[in-house]
Structures are given as C-alpha cells and as structure tokens.
C-alpha cells in the first residue's frame, strides 16, 4: 500500500506499473496495485518491455539493499518529483533494448541534468535528479 | 652575524635605528632591506639558530575554540627559533584576493585601508624573497605551458586560485648565510620581556626594550624604532602587555580581537565521471612550471560573485581519494548506483574520487581574541590565550559555496558530490594562520596599527605580520607577510 500511495503521488500508476516491471519487480505485483479506478494524474505512454527481458533489469535489481534503500526513501520524502524524471527516461527505450543502451541512455540523461544544473541534495549528497528518481524507483522494492 | 646572548657580557646593547623582534620570515625580510639602506638593525630572536625544547615551551598557551572546530595548543603550530614557523611550512604562496582589500560589503570587516595594487611593487619584491620563480598565477597560462587543457576554466561564478610554491622553504636555512655574514646582529636567546615608555608633549615613545636571556639575565636595547615581527599571536600578546603601560593601544577596543584563521576541512568528494583524475594536472596534483616551479590550482567562487551576495571568499582544492569518506551516508549505494547508469567503458573510472578540501575566510569576529593568561612562564612573562570562534554565518557561506563549487563540477561533468554526513557538516580546523589581534585601520578608534603598520598609541613601535590583517580572504598569508615586510621597510627608511 505505502508502495502505491508513493508512486501515486508522484506519477501516474500505469507508467508507474511500467517502472516497476523495468526495474524488475514481479509483473504480478505491479498488476496488483494497479487502481481499479481511473487515475486522475496525467498517464504517459508506457514501455511494452518484454517478460522476458528481466535480464534487462536484473543488473540494477541487484543493487538494492538496506543503503539503497535509505538514500532512495530519502529522495522520496525530499523530491519525489524526481522519479517523474527517471519513468521519463526510460520511457524512451525502444522495446528490446539491450543494457548498454539502458546505461547509456541514464548516463546521458545524467549528464544533461548535471550541465543543466538539474541536481537535487538528498542526505548529504547532490545527484542528478535521473539518478535520484531511480534510487527513489528501486528503494521500494524494500520488502 | 650571530650572537648568543647568554654569552654576553653587556647587559646594554648597542644602541641601533631599528630593532626587529622575531627573525621569521617577516623579521628576516625587514631586516635583509633595512641593511641595504644603510641604517643600523638588529633581529632579537628568543630561540636560536636550531630548535630548543625550551624556547619552544614559552609558546605554550590556552587554546579553545567554537563548537565543531579544533585548534591545537599554541606551540605547535607556532615555531620559536632563527626562520620562524618557515620552519615547518609547507609554501602555499598567493596574492590576498582583491576585493579583501578595499571596503568589505555587508558583516565581512572594514577591510584593508590600502589597495592590492598599493601592496603590487612589495608583492614582486616577496615573490622573489619567497623564491617564487615566475609571477603566473593564471591557471590557463600554467596549464598551456605545460602542454595541458584547462578542464574546468574559470566563468562569472568559478574562481580557479592558483598557489605557487618556494624553491626554498625555509627563511632560516635559505637566508642564513646571508645573515651571517652580514653587518645585522642577531641576537639568539634573546626573550622580549616588554618596553619602557615616555610620553613628550602628549607623544608616547618606546624607549627601551627589556630583554632575558634564557639564564633568566636583564639586557635592555634602545632603537630609534621598534618592530613586532613575531607572528600574529606574539605580536598581539607583546601589545597586550605593553596596554598595561600604554592606554591608547585599547583605544579601538580591538586589541587582541579580530583573531582570524582560515577554516580549513575536507568538506565534500566528487565522484570523477567524465573526468579522471590524471586529467586534471594542477588541480589534482602538484605539478612543475616550466620554470621548475610547483603549482597547484584551486577552486573557488569568483571574488564579484561572492561580494554581490555578502559572502565570505571560498576556496577548494582537490586531492584524489581512495574511497568515498566514511562520513558519508550511503557511500557504497551511490557508488554502485552511478556506476550502474554509466557506459560499460567508463563504470569503474566513473566513479573515482576526488575530495574537496576547503580553505576559506572568516568574518572579523570580536569574539575571536587573543589575551593574556594569569600563568606566566619560566621567565615571568605572561602567556597568550587563545579562543578563536567563527561564526554561524561562516560556516553558512561555506555550506553555500561548496554547494555552488559542486554543481559546477557536475556542469563541467563529474559525477555525484557527497558533502558527508548533514548533520556533522563541519568539522573544521585551522591552517596555522594566525591573523588579526591587531587590525590595521586609518583610525586610533577602530584599529591598532595604522596603515604603516605604526601603532596609533606609539610613535615608534611598529607591528608587522598577520597580527594587522583586518581581513585575511583565503589565501595563505606568508607571501602578503612578506610584501608588508618590505612595504614597512619603506616607510622606515624615508622616516629614518
């Protein structure tokens, strides 16, 4: 629920439920949360990646544990508009996309905000807001 | 030529034009270009041609300092023998910042009562006293000798600082044989116990000099002119003692206040990103000029964008780092997590670190201050007490200014900047800068000491040093030391 309510403050649930499932999470799951009701935040388009392309997400998967998840609830509480900007990128991701086009499409992404300036300070640390919204995306895969 | 006072036999010295206490690096350069006018100088140095536990225990003090600083006792930072604390120099040299000298905006102090450009022709003269080589203080200029590209050129809110190091560090050791065999006396063992005063139509003059040698005998020296040149804490503790003869030297109320250092700390790492630290020659590192001379280029706010805003002057350098401090929240995660959005190629050298190490200004603060113990030492002279506060603001202005360096760096593309642990952000420390306790003003009621360095209460007692800095910026001092050194030198030669 907290989960839901998260993602639901800060983008639309459908690209939300697009996120998760990038990131890894059980297409189950993401199903799962998803509102029977009609969203009234603004729906973007969402990425049809394939179930199997879990190997896809697997490598940031595996960065979650307990210090991940701290920094990311952190960039929730402080600026959770910043997931709006990592689904935003990854939305671009044409279907099949391989994992050096996933990095380098962040690594670009982060770069642009680092030039535009486009930074957020969370615990002590000043990240590019495309890297702040995907540690606020992958810590709530805390359970 | 070198003279052991506890082997002399005159308890009355030769009367001389000028008598310079303290043979540090602004002792030996007054004196060095007093010589060469032909006027009669002494140095009298309490410790002598090496170190000696003793001496060196007449430096030991009081120390406290403000929540989140540390200072070390008073004789550690502070080195009481022939070339002074040159002795453990490390040679940061560079100019004051400009905008440190002219009316200061907002809190910042009353700045200095001179121009840089005032100072220019003394500053040349103390780049070659300080073994400077070239005067390139230009990061573009140094990094195109060498061949290299400037990574992170300079714009209206990036300041690039650059530091020159000596050839020779040492005042004592480079100029010793020079000294020796000059006509200037230098007196060793000789501990400065305080003046005898006269007044004459309202005009108060020092007209003797007590002195101790360390078997605890009374010498005394006349001098048409005597100068303080014992670094910032003694200078002022030497004031102190004389106020208690001389009312007017607490005219401004600002004797021994004003107690400046430069804050100095690790304060942030940068994770390299497109950059990789061998890039960055100058910053990084510490490499040759092409005259054979080591630089190093900092980073910093440009001196206008920080004065629009009433800031103190900020500066960083860069060291690379093993890892990302401990300090640091979440280090590891973010380590990992911007390796992971980068290209294969680049992920592990993405994430190399370079600490950000601070040295900035603070504010002319009244709290800050120097005085005098009740405890005396082994020859009845009182010691100094040091309590030296900065302020909220400052550690705000640094808080600021690390931010604005960090995005910067992230524009100019590095990675995340890590600025420890928030709530322990500033554990600071000094530089070894001991400054003011004895402003420089135009005005008997704001400072001590006038433009030349003269007391205001004392015809003929001058004070050269740190102890006049009515601000200091954030540059290491020694080479403004010097330039003041040799500007006094002037002053006395057309008043002599």
Redesign the interface.
């Known amino acids: 629920m907290r989960r839901r309510e998260l993602f639901e403050r800060t983008v639309g649930v459908t690209g939300l439920a697009a996120l998760l499932a990038a990131c890894g999470a059980d297409p189950s799951d993401v199903l799962g949360v998803l509102p029977t009701e009609t969203s009234t935040t603004v729906r973007l388009p969402v990425p049809e990646l394939e179930v199997d392309e879990w190997a896809f997400a697997r490598p940031w998967k595996s960065l979650i544990d307990d210090e991940l998840i701290a920094f990311g609830s952190s960039v929730l509480s402080v600026a959770p508009e910043t997931v709006v900007k990592a689904r935003e990128v990854l939305v671009e991701l044409p279907e099949g996309s391989s994992l050096i086009a996933r990095d380098k499409l962040f690594a670009e992404s982060c770069r642009k905000d680092s030039r535009a300036g486009d930074v957020v300070v969370v615990d002590g640390w000043m990240v590019p807001t495309t890297l702040a919204g995907l540690a606020g995306a992958l810590s709530q895969f805390s359970s | 030529m070198f003279i052991d006072l506890a082997k002399s036999n005159r308890k009355v010295l030769p009367r001389c034009d000028v008598a310079v206490i303290g043979a540090g690096a602004a002792g030996i350069t007054l004196a060095l270009e007093l010589e060469k006018s032909g006027l009669s100088v002494v140095i009298l140095e309490g410790g002598y041609r090496d170190f000696t536990v003793l001496s060196q225990d007449r430096y030991k003090g009081e120390v406290t300092a403000g929540p989140g600083f540390t200072y070390p006792d008073l004789d550690v930072w502070r080195l009481r023998y022939f070339g002074g604390t040159t002795n453990h120099w490390i040679g940061w040299c560079r100019r004051l910042e400009e905008n440190v000298f002219g009316p200061r905006s907002n809190d910042l102090g009353e700045g200095w009562p001179f121009t840089r450009a005032d100072l220019e022709d003394d500053y040349q003269d103390a780049l070659e006293i300080c073994t400077l080589g070239r005067d390139v203080f230009d990061a573009n200029e140094l990094l195109d000798g060498l061949g290299v590209k400037n990574l992170l050129p300079s714009n209206d809110i990036l300041a690039t600082p650059v530091w020159r190091f000596p050839k020779e560090l040492r005042f004592g050791g480079h100029y010793r044989y020079r000294l020796q065999e000059s006509l200037v006396p230098i007196y060793f063992g000789a501990n400065c116990q305080g003046f005898s005063f006269e007044e004459v139509d309202g005009v108060v003059s020092a007209r003797r000099l007590h002195i101790k040698n360390d078997l605890g005998v009374d010498f005394e020296i006349t001098a048409d002119c005597f100068v303080l040149a014992g670094g910032g804490i003694e200078n002022t503790r030497q004031l102190l003692v004389a106020a208690d003869d001389v009312k007017g030297l607490r005219q401004s109320d600002t004797l021994g206040r004003g107690f400046l250092e430069h804050p100095h700390g690790a304060v942030g790492a940068v994770l390299c ?2 950059h990789a630290p061998e890039d960055l020659m100058g910053f990084t590192d510490y490499p040759l000029d092409i005259d054979k001379t080591q630089f190093k280029i900092g980073l910093g706010l440009n001196e206008q964008f920080a004065a629009e805003r009433g800031m103190v002057n900020t500066s960083f350098t860069m060291e690379p780092l093993e890892s990302i401090p401990e300090e ?7 380590r ?3 390796e ?5 190629a680049s992920k592990s050298e993405s994430s190399q670190v370079i600490g950000l190490y601070a040295r900035t200004e603070q504010r002319w603060n009244a709290e800050s201050r120097i005085s005098l113990m009740s405890a005396k030492d082994d020859l009845g002279s009182k010691r100094a007490r040091l309590d030296w506060r900065v302020s909220d603001q400052d550690v705000a202005d640094i808080k600021t200014s690390v ?1 604005i360096v ?2 910067e760096l ?2 100019a ?10 709530a322990e ?1 500033v554990t600071m420390e000094g530089g070894g800068h001991h400054l003011g306790g004895a402003r420089m003003h135009e005005s008997p009621d704001f400072g001590v000491v006038d433009a030349n360095l003269k007391c205001h209460a004392v015809d003929n007692l001058y004070a050269v040093g740190g102890s006049a800095f009515p601000t200091a910026g954030f540059s290491n001092p020694t080479l403004t030391i010097v330039a003041l050194a040799v500007r006094l030198a002037r002053t006395l030669k057309e008043r002599l």
């Open positions: 990103g497109d640091s929240l979440h280090g590891e995660a973010l990992k997590l911007w992971s959005s980068r290209p294969s931010e960090a995005k992230m524009k593309g590095f990675g995340p900047v890590t600025f420890g642990d928030p952000f």
